[in-house]
């Protein structure tokens, strides 16, 4: 195994004890550990390209290791009353219908790739949490102020996900006629 993978590996293994922190009120830990993880993320796509280790384990568990450590904490964040539950179901559908889309295509032996709004959402989300989790970190009187921050990159990372699964449809609507 390749060490981009080994990083995919990695952030997915990260995940219990990124929520472990968070469930247990230890927020500084908590943010440690989806900065690394999240570090790991841009770490193994640059690693693979420059190396040409791209794989298709690669290419299927980066993104789904993404996914697993975000919305982990977007869970963790609707039950701490961060953000609210529909905000998550959004997320969740584009990433439902973006994943039926590429199984269809699959099953044609058609790769539909990423697109860059889609991976600005995706930066956009991890942001949004780790200024959550540092307002957690925070105390009362300032804690306010970085959430407000946060809730803005979190609307803009609600924004990208509509966006980019809208072009992202759009531009692979031929899935459909498959």
Request: hydrophobic share 60%; glycine share 6%; net charge positive.
């Amino acid at each position: 195994m390749n060490l981009p993978n080994k990083l995919t590996i990695a952030r997915m293994i990260a995940v219990p004890f990124f929520i472990a922190a968070y469930l247990l009120g230890y927020y500084p830990a908590a943010l440690v550990i989806f900065i690394v993880a999240s570090a790991t993320d841009a770490l193994d796509g640059k690693i693979a390209r420059a190396r040409n280790l791209v794989t298709n384990f690669g290419k299927i568990m980066d993104p789904l290791a993404d996914k697993i450590l975000v919305y982990s904490a977007l869970c963790l964040f609707i039950e701490s009353d961060i953000i609210r539950a529909w905000m998550l179901i959004l997320i969740l559908a584009r990433e439902f219908i973006v994943a039926g889309m590429r199984t269809v295509a699959a099953s044609e032996g058609t790769v539909l790739a990423a697109g860059m709004s889609g991976k600005i959402k995706t930066v956009l989300q991890m942001v949004a949490v780790i200024v959550y989790l540092f307002a957690l970190c925070l105390n009362e009187a300032t804690r306010p102020t970085v959430m407000m921050i946060g809730n803005v990159i979190f609307w803009a990372s609600l924004v990208m996900t509509v966006y980019s699964g809208g072009e992202y449809v759009w531009k692979n609507r031929s899935v459909f006629s498959m």
